[in-house]
């Protein structure tokens, strides 16, 4: 039962850690490369998440200040800001990778890792 | 005035990339000469910011004024101002080459586009130079992983997209790696500022070993996956042959050494020489670097095609780098980073000359090169030289810092890793010797079918001079550089 306890505690950074780790599976193992642009960004929310989870405080108030009031327990806004250039960052990689299999299909008339690396290998046999 | 400079030179670049689309209407000329001047202007700065960090300390520079807990800190020392001035001394040889005929493959449309890209890769790399932060240097790293690849893929053919494809995959697991390591360090201590954290982690140390070491290895990983350290190199040798030869000589002379260089910067400024020693990542990091010498030389042996080739030869230099890196001394950091600039030039050379080779007869595999020394006896002699200087000859700079690095690895007592350099400067005489022997020493029937020649462009062949000249300078009298560096890497910390 303590496992389970501590699981429950930290349930954000045990999530974190399956994003990533299923992320990862996806980008080293799919044959799609469509699904792969997809692990990388599985990837990247898995950190996202992780690095927003660390400032959060239990009871705690979003940062905001307002005039009069007596300011309470504040979340740490800072973990939100490098979240919030990350995201700015996962999503123009996604696109640029996007535009790339936009080409190779394209290209080869596929998107299959496997199918274009035996094209591949068929006209380098050729050279 | 001089604390301002190092923002100035990124904003210089930054500008000029973002002035280039405007330029279209006006003759391509202009945009060369205004990237001329750019580059000419930030050596300029660069080398006020040497003398002046070598006779007053480093600077620091402060975004906004804010104070280090929340704000951007930007800091040059002694070592961020020699690697910057070894940026800008390759980064102007490779203009002035691509500026001859702007490379291979790339349509006449692209070559502005190509110019934006080598731009924002340039503010990205003085970004993690100066950066003295590890969000902002994941920052600076995601600008260089799009703009690098975009450099291989703006070439409009089958193989570069697949390769490219690659290298973002593999890059953008590396960069999330490191990133996973600075949120663990920022969960530890609460610090992205290398300063602040390099105080917080010596006394945390203890209480959050857990966090450090899983932190430690994620960054190992993620900036060994993106400085093609062995066993993580397989994205290298496609994006380096089929990118266009300019690319293939930033890839591999700045890129990969950047990221040796942040590297260098988490060990023994983040980490620092206590943790290290606890956790032995010296042994490690010996352990992977040796591996990286011989097998990327093995890989190298067996290549058809001339850039694949230099592509595993660059993983058996980083290997060399990896290893006096590994050594945790003065002497050993000192190698590292004499042979970061030698390797820079030497590889720039090689993958420049093999461009001409390639621009004027067309071909690129190693069997084309027979007897092509009569022919083109200047780019196969400036790809000699450099060779050469692979191997590791006297009177190149190749052999001061393989001697370097031998004399350093004595004194560490681990003499064995002499005979790993001398085994692998051997594999290396395996496959460059013989390119350099079929190339001028073989006979070809005076009947036989000649490749159709193209005229050079001058300034690329300016451009192998200069570099062939800088090899043989830094080999013959290496002595003003390596005194410059030993004092730079003697704020580091490490035992002497």
Not at chain 2, 85 to 111: C, H, K, M, W
Not at chain 2, 265 to 278: A, E, P
Not at chain 2, 286 to 298: D, E, N, T
Request: charged share 10%; aromatic share 10%; net charge neutral.
């Amino acid at each position: 039962m303590k496992i389970i306890e501590s699981i429950m505690e930290n349930i954000n950074y045990v999530g974190a850690i399956a994003l990533f780790l299923i992320g990862l599976h996806t980008v080293v193992t799919h044959r799609n490369l469509i699904k792969r642009v997809l692990g990388v960004n599985i990837m990247g929310t898995g950190v996202l998440l992780f690095f927003t989870s660390i400032g959060n405080v239990a009871g705690g108030e979003p940062p905001i200040f307002i005039p009069g009031s007596v300011p309470g327990i504040f979340v740490n806004p800072l973990p939100s800001v490098f979240i919030l250039t990350g995201i700015v960052v996962v999503v123009s990689i996604t696109v640029y990778s996007l535009s790339l299999v936009v080409r190779i299909h394209e290209a080869y008339g596929t998107i299959d890792q496997q199918e274009i690396t035996e094209m591949i290998k068929e006209e380098e046999y050729h050279d | 005035m001089i604390d301002q400079l190092p923002i100035i030179n990124m904003i210089m670049f930054l500008v000029l990339a973002l002035a280039i689309p405007f330029l279209r209407k006006v003759s391509f000329r202009l945009t060369l000469i205004l990237g001329f001047v750019v580059l000419g202007l930030v050596t300029v700065s660069s080398v006020f910011i040497l003398t002046d960090v070598m006779a007053s300390g480093p600077i620091l520079y402060r975004l906004g004024g804010h104070e280090r807990l929340i704000g951007i800190e930007l800091e040059v020392d002694l070592i961020a101002a020699l690697i910057s001035l070894f940026i800008l001394g390759l980064a102007l040889v490779i203009y002035i080459y691509s500026t001859g005929d702007a490379t291979e493959g790339i349509e006449e449309r692209e070559y502005a586009r190509y110019y934006i890209l080598f731009f924002i890769l340039m503010f990205s790399l003085f970004g993690m130079v100066y950066a003295n932060d590890l969000f902002n240097n994941y920052v600076f790293m995601e600008i260089m992983s799009i703009t690098t690849c975009s450099i291989i893929s703006i070439k409009r053919k089958k193989d570069t997209y697949t390769s490219a494809f690659r290298y973002v995959m593999l890059n953008e697991i590396g960069s999330l790696s490191f990133l996973f390591g600075v949120a663990l360090l920022y969960m530890a201590t609460g610090f992205t500022n290398i300063t602040l954290l390099q105080q917080a982690l010596s006394t945390l140390w203890p209480a959050y070993s857990a966090n450090v070491i899983i932190a430690l290895g994620f960054m190992l990983v993620g900036l060994g996956i993106k400085a093609a350290i062995f066993p993580f190199h397989i994205w290298l040798p496609d994006a380096h042959a089929s990118a266009p030869s300019t690319s293939s000589a930033i890839l591999s002379g700045i890129v990969i050494k950047i990221y040796l260089f942040v590297m260098i910067k988490v060990l023994f400024k983040v980490f620092g020489l206590r943790i290290l020693d606890d956790l032995n990542i010296s042994a490690a990091l010996i352990a992977i670097g040796s591996l990286g010498m011989i097998f990327g030389s093995l890989f190298a042996i067996a290549q058809k095609d001339i850039k694949r080739l230099l592509g595993y030869s660059s993983i058996a230099q980083v290997g060399y780098i990896v290893l006096g890196i590994g050594l945790f001394s003065e002497l050993g950091l000192a190698a590292s980073v004499f042979h970061i600039f030698s390797h820079g030039m030497m590889k720039s050379a090689l993958f420049l000359s093999v461009g001409i080779v390639v621009f004027q007869t067309k071909r690129r595999k190693i069997a084309d090169f027979a007897g092509l020394g009569q022919q083109l006896p200047l780019s196969m002699g400036v790809f000699g030289i450099a060779a050469l200087a692979m191997i590791g000859l006297p009177l190149t700079s190749g052999f001061i810092s393989k001697l370097t690095l031998g004399v350093a690895a004595l004194d560490h007592n681990q003499g064995y890793l002499i005979v790993i350099v001398i085994l692998s400067s051997l594999l290396g005489v395996i496959y460059y010797l013989p390119i350099l022997v079929s190339a001028f020493l073989k006979r070809i029937p005076e009947d036989a079918a000649r490749p159709h020649l193209e005229k050079v462009p001058r300034p690329m062949i300016a451009a192998i001079v200069i570099l062939a000249l800088a090899i043989i300078v830094f080999g013959v009298f290496p002595n003003w550089i390596l005194d410059i560096i030993e004092q730079a890497v003697a704020t580091l910390g490490l035992p002497a």
